[in-house]
């Protein structure tokens, strides 16, 4: 038994319509806008927002002990 779904979706990258499972480059309509798409994310143009983890060490005593909490955690 053959698969015959049909689903029209737009490409997340060029917006055209086309459908989802006649392309290989799923879920976008052809392989160029599959590896626009990548570029972005190694060009650091797309970004997922999360926690700053930055400390600020303002003294030694200070830097001592997050490196103790540090070492008991791993």
């Known amino acids: 038994m053959s698969s015959s779904k049909v689903i029209m979706v737009k490409c997340p990258t060029c917006t055209k319509e086309f459908s989802y499972y006649s392309s290989e480059s799923r879920p976008f309509c052809t392989d160029r ?12 143009t797309y970004a997922i927002p999360g926690k700053d983890n930055t400390v600020y060490i303002e003294d030694s005593e200070n830097l001592e002990k997050l490196l103790e909490d540090t070492d008991e955690n791993y």
């Open 33 to 44: 806008c599959k590896m626009i798409d990548a570029g972005h994310w190694l060009n650091e």
